[in-house]
């Protein structure tokens, strides 16, 4: 359904009006999202401009990855960013059944040009730089960061950050990651610093240090596919201090930014979110949050 003008709306609205004097009827709200302008925008459940009537296009990365998906399968709901999706669909109104899936290249989701999809999820970060090509909603995950050593090592059977005081840990120059070794864990040793995370993983396989830190993404990505002999440890607590976002994005146009912007931000504040982070970002992966 698109959005009503502003006479037909008035018209409406007198209609409505005289509908309850006359019969006592009373319609249901509907959410309402602010425009860019400022404006209420009516974030009808179920009747959005789509790009398909009646249904919510989401795109999507292949492979996808777990725990961000399950089974290569982004449609079965399993996994942190397919279940986000579809409680994210459910707040707009569409059933599972009315959300179609489509295969979007990472780099393609977020460049230049016309979107053939209602909202793209796959672990993009919220950057200055890309909303001058697309659209992004309020952020659905802020990115921790985590440990990773292999599994055979001491440092995987850690469970705290005593646990990992007295190791030797590693991370890339400049990064939240060496922020956190040196803030959060102050090690008894000095950490390893690497020009680059490639450097960094590779002193982990050779045994140059007992574990890395890097971003839980590059965490779940190096043990998945890089280094399977190692697990990821843990994850930090959240820190306020130059948080990474990932956001849902849509075209730069779209009309339906802010009322997927306010079904996120609905997610997070009846803690929807933080319950499906928990079960398929901590407990899924064994990755609990190290205090």
């Given at each position: 359904?698109?959005l ?12 409505v ?19 860019k ?11 959005l ?10 795109g999507?990365d ?26 994210v ?21 977020f460049a ?19 909303k ?15 440990v990773?050593?292999?599994k ?9 950050l005593?646990?990992?005081k ?8 400049g ?8 803030d ?8 390893a610093?690497?020009?680059?995370n ?10 140059q ?14 043990t998945?596919a ?6 990821v440890?843990?994850q930090f ?16 146009d779209?009309?339906l ?7 996120v ?10 319950t499906?982070?928990?079960?398929w ?9 190290l205090?």
């Amino acid at each position: 359904m698109h959005l009503l003008n502003r006479p037909l709306a008035t018209a409406l609205c007198s209609a409505v009006a005289l509908c309850a004097a006359l019969t006592g009827c009373s319609p249901q709200p509907e959410e309402k999202a602010s425009g860019k302008d400022g404006t209420a925008t009516s974030c009808t459940p179920g009747g959005l401009a789509t790009k398909v009537p009646g249904k919510l296009t989401v795109g999507t990365d292949r492979p996808a990855y777990a725990p961000w998906f399950a089974d290569d399968d982004p449609s079965n709901g399993k996994g942190f960013e397919s279940a986000v999706a579809y409680a994210v669909a459910k707040r707009l109104g569409y059933d599972r059944d009315d959300v179609v899936w489509q295969n979007v290249p990472f780099n393609s989701s977020f460049a230049p040009g016309a979107k053939k999809f209602d909202f793209d999820i796959n672990q993009v970060s919220i950057s200055e730089a890309r909303k001058k090509a697309v659209a992004f909603s309020s952020g659905y995950y802020d990115v921790r960061q985590a440990v990773v050593a292999l599994k055979s090592s001491k440092a995987a059977k850690a469970r705290s950050l005593a646990g990992l005081k007295d190791l030797k840990l590693g991370a890339q120059v400049g990064t939240t990651s060496l922020d956190v070794i040196n803030d959060l864990v102050e090690p008894t040793q000095r950490p390893a610093v690497y020009q680059r995370n490639d450097f960094a993983k590779s002193a982990l396989k050779n045994g140059q240090v007992d574990a890395i830190v890097v971003d839980l993404p590059t965490a779940f990505y190096i043990t998945g596919a890089e280094v399977p002999e190692a697990k990821v440890v843990g994850q930090f607590p959240t820190s306020r201090r130059n948080t990474e976002r990932f956001g849902l994005v849509l075209d730069r146009d779209s009309g339906l930014t802010s009322c997927v912007s306010a079904a996120v931000d609905a997610l997070r504040e009846t803690g929807t979110l933080a319950t499906l982070e928990k079960k398929w970002l901590s407990e899924a992966v064994d990755a609990p949050v190290l205090t």
